[in-house]
């Protein structure tokens, strides 16, 4: 089975310039997930989906990020303008329809981005 | 306040040798869930254990074990007979929220220990 897909795997941009990662899940995963982790930092939640539905967003900065995932499928998180704090990796996760007890969420490797 | 603490912010082991990872955790809900995951320089996170709020048992997964103590709101991860594989980053996190089958099962991670394995 393959795991779940991300790209850029690294980027380097500079401030103000506008960026986007892809990440393609594991097939049939309802739900998805993109945290932001900063160096020296775990994982923090961005934004949760549950098929094309935003479930939680509360931590998303919306002035400058955005995510979607029209077709239920893969998802596209984008910053603009991009700024210093930003650099960061950017994990994405998915998760299968709630069946298993504890619900196990599986990350992609990440795209670890550069602001310059 | 933080809802996931690990104080350790590196830790070293000999080879072969049992380690003991520390995390504590602060919640109000009744029903949670905590994980460990371990992410190595390739940067991945990869799922090692859980443990369930109502689980009576402690959890096991190979050499991994989890060392729950509810009252304490402590779930340490102590993997035993270490390995030079071992040496990643090892990241306790909490699920709020019970095993129902909610959509919501966004999880909050501490900051991490650095486990160095010594040969």
């Known amino acids: 089975e393959a795991g779940v897909a991300q790209s850029p795997r690294y980027k380097i941009i500079e401030k103000r310039q506008s960026v986007a990662f892809w990440c393609n899940p594991i097939s049939g995963h309802a739900t998805l997930y993109w945290y932001q982790q900063i160096l020296g930092q775990g994982p923090k939640l961005l934004i949760q989906f549950q098929n094309n539905g935003v479930v939680d967003d509360s931590q998303l900065p919306k002035d400058r990020f955005s995510a979607e995932r029209l077709k239920g499928v893969d998802s596209t998180l984008k910053i603009q303008p991009a700024k210093l704090e930003d650099s960061a990796v950017y994990l994405c996760?998915?998760?299968?329809?709630?069946?298993?007890?504890?619900?196990?969420?599986?990350f992609g490797p990440g795209t670890r981005l550069t602001v310059l | 306040a933080q809802k996931i603490t690990q104080t350790q912010p590196g830790m070293f082991v000999q080879e072969k040798e049992a380690v003991t990872l520390d995390c504590t955790y602060d919640?109000?809900?009744?029903?949670?869930?905590l994980f460990w995951y371990k992410q190595p320089s390739s940067g991945e996170m990869i799922f090692l254990i859980y443990q369930g709020s109502y689980d009576e048992q402690n959890a096991t997964e190979g050499r991994y074990s989890l060392n729950f103590q509810k009252a304490r709101k402590s779930a340490n991860l102590v993997i035993s007979a270490s390995q030079l594989g071992d040496s990643a980053m090892y990241f306790c996190a909490m699920r709020e929220g019970g095993d129902s089958g909610g959509s919501n099962y966004k999880l909050t991670f501490g900051k991490g220990t650095l486990l160095t394995v010594n040969p």
């Open positions: 996760a998915s998760s299968p329809r709630p069946v298993a007890r504890y619900n196990e969420q599986f």
């Open positions: 919640t109000s809900d009744q029903s949670y869930g």
